[in-house]
């Protein structure tokens, strides 16, 4: 069955970029939305936004202006940027697959904005 | 962009009670785009119900959803002691995707 693992630095600079990917083993990434999702315990669950197969992508408008979602179909992942990160981005970062909603996601990774 | 709001905050039942519970939306949910999640403390959270109603794979019939339009509820028939967890409901049927503040089953 198909699998999510996310991956990347847990701990960032203010003002530098966030960078996670998500590796989804199990099956191809060439079809369904890709999406990331990430939770704070002040904010709770926060939907990041999302990238097709086809590519097309659709982002949160409170995050538009800093984030891009793309995905690589060779390497059967698809990743997350966010750029001029603060301690407001520090949060679990989850992706997750949507077929009949968000029916399948990674363990989460623990992303810490330093200063 | 639609807020849900969820209720109660916390519920505190025993096994074998039925659980109800409440998400309200601030403007009519797109064909029922509704879901339900449960999470455990440390885990990602898990898709219970989608479509408002539909039960997702291999979640077990003691979980049902219900609801249309700004209101819509999770009904657990028969507690198990696995059920004790949070609750999370979420639109999917317009952007940006929302996600309730959550409701917390615990054992009473």
């Known amino acids: 069955q198909m699998q999510l693992q996310e991956s990347g630095p847990g701990l960032v600079k203010s003002s530098e970029t966030l960078s996670l990917t998500c590796t989804v083993s199990g099956g191809s990434i060439s079809s369904y939305y890709w999406n990331w999702i990430r939770q704070t315990p002040g904010k709770g669950l926060e939907w990041i936004g999302y990238?097709?197969?086809?590519?097309?992508?659709n982002y949160n408008p409170s995050l538009k202006s800093r984030v891009t979602i793309s995905l690589d179909t060779s390497k059967n992942h698809f990743s997350l940027r966010l750029s001029s990160v603060t301690a407001a981005d520090t949060a679990i970062y989850y992706c997750?697959?949507?077929?009949?909603?968000?029916?399948?996601w990674g363990q989460g990774t623990m992303v810490t904005v330093s200063s | 962009e639609i807020v849900l709001t969820q209720s109660p905050g916390t519920l505190s039942l025993s096994p074998g009670e039925r659980a109800t519970l409440s998400c309200r939306a601030s403007?009519?949910?797109?064909?029922?785009?509704l879901a339900w999640y449960q999470q455990k403390r440390g885990q990602a959270p898990r898709l219970l119900i989608y479509?408002?109603?539909s039960r997702a794979t291999g979640i077990p019939d003691r979980f049902s959803g219900s609801g249309s339009g700004t209101d819509f509820t999770l009904t657990i028939s028969r507690l198990e002691p696995e059920d004790f967890a949070v609750y999370y409901c979420q639109q999917y049927g317009s952007s940006p995707y929302t996600f309730g503040q959550g409701t917390k089953l615990e054992i009473k």
């Open positions: 479509g408002a109603s």
């Open positions: 403007q009519s949910v797109s064909s029922s785009y």
């Open positions: 990238v097709y197969y086809s590519g097309t992508t």
């Open positions: 997750a697959r949507q077929l009949r909603s968000l029916d399948i």
